[in-house]
């Protein structure tokens, strides 16, 4: 069988004639990034072929030079029966960098935050003493230990996990009945999940989970004080199988094994997470009682094994959005097994639970007559508006163009990346910084809205986001009816090609922009409210961390309200799944914030395809709606 | 290593010097059954060197014929160096037969067993139609089922198996929505465990478990007509690790990984007959969702892998007597995963679930003043007595005699085990029966209780077991102060050897016969009743289909009661449990009954050795106690 020698690792494997490069780069276990889940749309996949002979289909989507230089889309290029040298380029399996958010939660109002006296997590670690075995009372070792918990605590029902009873004989007679149970308590039950002998109440952890549907997020926290240990961050694994949560759905449909796949992926992800956090803290992970998991209805279902198709077609209906509290092992999360996790609930298929733990983060939760809107800005825009007395939430399909998506030269926020753009009023040309100020390798989410900005208000685009080709400028090329304008040029860039934005990706850039703003202007015209007699604005996701408000403004992404009335608060569905983890009582909270929410569809919400045409211009037909927007 | 070769097997291994020919066996996978728990001091594992050489320590157990004819004790003789071959003669690894019990349930009061109305087993089967998702209702898959649920059987908390809800988007849109669950419904909730497109209501069993010290027995039922399709009996693979329930708890603690061993081997006996069962009947074991398993306390600790150190250490105390409801997936056990299993609750570390199912099968689980008598004769007794007002349940430490254990000659009731004696009352010597009419091998329970029975009635034995030394018979041999009675000469036996009993042995069984009657005695005197005020006796276990009455009253093991007073209800802990696998009110019942039982610790009692001094004779100290006793 031939043998494929990938650079710059050197790897070397033996695999069939036929196979695929995507395919054989997975079997060396080599990342290559799919954004559209291998359905071989996207065309991101390039690699270079250094030596030997293959069989590509590269369909038109490289230039002529980058064709005639080797490169080649790995989803379409088969190896043939001759061995094969191929280079994977360094940005197609580029880690990126990702935004502290560590210290999200102290930016937070304290009014939020769970109080100390409602630190009680659902397993909470106790020492108690039981007596000692006695032949007159005829009681067996867990009718003691039932009863010295009932008198405690008072008289429920009392389960066991098979574990502690297996534990029990020597466990109780180790240290003459003094004991440390770890205990989940409920409204009808209490279930003792672990017994060590002893007093043993400080070794207690939980664990927050924020799943995203590109990064995966997670809190390790210590009790009984809840205190917040540390905060790590990686790519959620899935991302290899598609860029968003359709192209991830359609991924587990194309064969039976990929929903286990994707589930296997997504778990690797948390419990590498996991055991890396543990490592610093020098803690066992068996000594993690508590979970709190959110993410969008996908990411839930991904994570449970459960068939994610029914939430991509009418009527839309996902199999669960309450989950029930479920047990570690039937998870797969690498923690104690009989830990029960709560997972955030999720209102619809598109409003998930991290829309619902991130509104813990938000006075929409707290007992006020003030309206506030939530925005959650990722490849799938989630609102979310409402006070004591209303909560209203909807998704809409911004499509990934923020996140760098279904834009040739768009990448995620990784090193040379250009995430700030300036255009020269005269020249048109534009000055750019990258990540990191590596060679510029494409153009991440802020970027773009600054290129967009910048073009709008030195008149190089129109309204519509036409390029003004009335004017000469180097940055201005014309390929027949379409016009792309060059941000940077084929000698400045690490690739060899320009990197450039045609005018279509421009109309995808407006599309995005208008889907946000119109669903936002949809559901406070709904209620009869206007953006100005909103309170504050939240903008959540780690998008905001990097967002020029100004730009979001020109765009017309967001409002024209005073700077102060925008508030970033970071991961806040991580934030709020903390909350949860420390408190029961917000895990009730958060069920409560969760019934109350109404689903606004806005796919069949009549309005909604007017405020939508009304808001596809820059920044919008209706320009008294942003009176503060000067051209500059 | 030096090589072993088994016969008549044929099977050859390599083991590590000093390896005892025990360990050799047990690594060959062949069974050589050990009474004693591999402690040393049984001497049945006795097998013949056939060539090589071997380190054997036979200290003095086997005769000087013996030892030059090759036998050697497998558990003191170890593999030297050089190769060796050995035999195992079939008798130390034959199975014995067992008694049919398929139809003892047929000779039950009818008024014992569950009503046609009370077939409600804790697991049922449903088909239901769950409405179609609608946008409109925003109400997932998991929202749906529970309100169906809910609208049907009253408003619970239901809780749903993992598996359930991995699977409900497929299963529930395949026939629009028509589905069957297999659901257990608590006092307080509804778990759904299983479900499947359409109706699947016919495929549904339930498995009753007796596990007995000795053998295990199984039932199979199916529902909805709760028919019992078939039973099956085998040894329980734990004999080999000691034959009684003390050496089986010396054999879990001499080494930590043994307790692992025991739980594998009852699950193994179980499991093989499950699967055996459910082959005969073309039944898939994933459709068994109900299971009852009953069994004395040492046994069920050792199914559910509990420390039993305790049981037989003071105060003996155990760590469960009421087991919860248990996954079988956590048991081990080879039906669908999650089915819930019930334990029959046991009373004490010395009265098991075995009995208390048992008493289902009594008068004294029914709405009666009149007194019953339930005993079950084992290597240990137990017995209980009481009405609708109180009930008393004790055991007694018969010892292993009645079963063939602590007697050079005893043996299982198996092939060429001697099974009835008549004694020659002129010459003393003996006429057997052997089972199967072989060559005879040893004794069993029945042949050495009728050998007793004969030996008093011809005076050949005196009411304290005597031998009669003064007349002449072949059968008497005097070794020293100790005389045996040689009930098979050498030539006759399979074995090379007479096949005798002497007078401590005769002892040993006075000693087990005292036990039971003293027991019984002492709980009818703590009520002020005599034997004559009992309505009935209950004999149960496997022994009791042997047992012969006269013979048992003879030696003064059973009361002298006319033959009509005393009832054989063979195997009342399988049958107990098949009612409580039919019947949730059963289950419920059987609570209620091993609640309401006083349980007596004879060791405790002043009064039992004056009880047990007095039955130390043949038939009792006090002749008046057995009125129609007669020498022949």
Chains 1, 2 share one sequence.
């Not at 998870?331 to 509104?359: E, K, N, Q, R, W």
Request: hydrophobic fraction near 35%.
């Amino acid at each position: 069988m031939p043998l494929v020698t990938f650079q710059p690792s050197g790897k070397v494997i033996e695999v069939k004639p036929d196979t695929s490069l995507l395919e054989a780069a997975k079997q060396a276990d080599l990342e290559i990034s799919t954004p559209c889940g291998t359905n071989r749309t996207c065309g991101k996949c390039i690699v270079r072929i250094i030596s030997g002979s293959v069989d590509p289909k590269n369909e038109g989507l490289l230039s002529k030079k980058a064709i005639h230089d080797g490169y080649v889309h790995a989803c379409k290029t088969s190896v043939t029966q001759s061995p094969v040298t191929i280079e994977i380029p360094e940005s197609l399996k580029k880690k990126g960098q990702f935004a502290d958010t560590s210290k999200d939660m102290e930016h937070l109002s304290p009014d939020l935050l769970p109080k100390p006296w409602q630190i009680n997590p659902l397993t909470n670690k106790f020492h108690i003493h039981v007596p000692e075995p006695q032949a007159e009372s005829g009681l067996s070792d867990l009718d003691r230990l039932s009863q010295s918990i009932k008198k405690e605590w008072g008289n429920k029902k009392v389960i066991f996990s098979m574990e502690v009873i297996r534990r029990l004989a020597n466990t109780l007679r180790s240290q003459n009945g003094s004991v440390t149970i770890a205990m989940t308590q409920t409204t009808d039950h209490y279930r003792v999940i672990d017994i060590e002998p002893g007093n043993q109440t400080e070794k207690s952890y939980g664990v927050a989970i924020d799943i995203g549907t590109t990064t995966i997020s997670i809190q390790l926290v210590a009790f009984p004080e809840a205190e917040t240990l540390n905060t790590l961050t990686d790519y959620n694994e899935q991302v290899k199988c598609g860029i968003d949560i359709i192209s991830r759905i359609n991924y587990a449909q194309q064969r039976p094994e990929r929903l286990a796949e994707l589930r296997d992926k997504v778990l690797k992800t948390i419990n590498h997470l996991i055991n890396k956090t543990v490592k610093l803290h020098n803690i066992d992970t068996q000594k993690i009682y508590n979970c709190v998991v959110s993410g969008n209805t996908t990411m839930t279902h991904l994570l449970l094994g459960l068939n994610p198709e029914y939430i991509r077609l009418e009527p839309y209906i996902p199999t669960i959005l309450e989950a029930p509290l479920t047990m570690a092992s039937d998870i797969g999360l690498d923690i104690y097994p009989h830990a029960l996790t709560f997972i955030s609930p999720a209102v619809g298929s598109y409003v998930g639970g991290d829309i619902t733990a991130g509104l813990l983060c938000s006075e929409i939760a707290s007992d006020t007559d003030d309206v506030y809107l939530f925005i959650d800005i990722g490849t799938n825009g989630e609102l979310a508006i409402g006070n004591r007395d209303f909560i209203m939430a909807c998704a809409c399909s911004a499509g990934p163009a923020f996140e760098g998506g279904g834009i040739q030269f768009g990448m995620r926020a990784s090193k040379g990346a250009i995430e700030d753009v300036t255009i020269d009023a005269e020249t048109g040309l534009a000055i750019y910084k990258t990540i990191a100020n590596a060679k510029a390798e494409g153009i991440c989410g802020s970027g773009i809205i600054s290129l967009v900005a910048g073009l709008f208000q030195t008149e190089w685009i129109d309204s519509s986001g036409k390029l003004d080709q009335t004017r000469p400028s180097k940055a201005i090329q014309i390929n027949g009816r379409q016009a792309s304008y060059i941000i940077v040029s084929e000698e400045e860039s690490s690739f060899g090609k320009p990197i450039s934005i045609n005018e279509t990706e421009i109309e995808n850039i407006i599309r995005a922009k208008a889907a946000i703003y119109s669903a936002c202007a949809l559901m406070l015209s709904q209620v009869e409210l206007g953006f100005e007699d909103l309170k504050s604005i939240y903008i959540a996701g780690g998008f905001g961390h990097f967002l020029n408000l100004d730009n979001a403004i020109t765009i017309g992404l967001l409002p024209d309200l005073p700077q102060e009335k925008f508030q970033y608060i970071g991961n806040s569905s991580l934030m709020g799944s903390t909350m949860a983890l420390i408190s029961t009582d917000f895990q009730q909270k958060l069920l409560e914030l969760s019934r109350r929410i109404t689903y606004i569809d806005l796919s069949t919400d009549p309005g909604y395809m007017d405020q939508y045409t009304a808001a596809l211009f820059l920044p919008h037909t209706d320009a008294s709606l942003f009176p503060s927007f000067k051209k500059s």
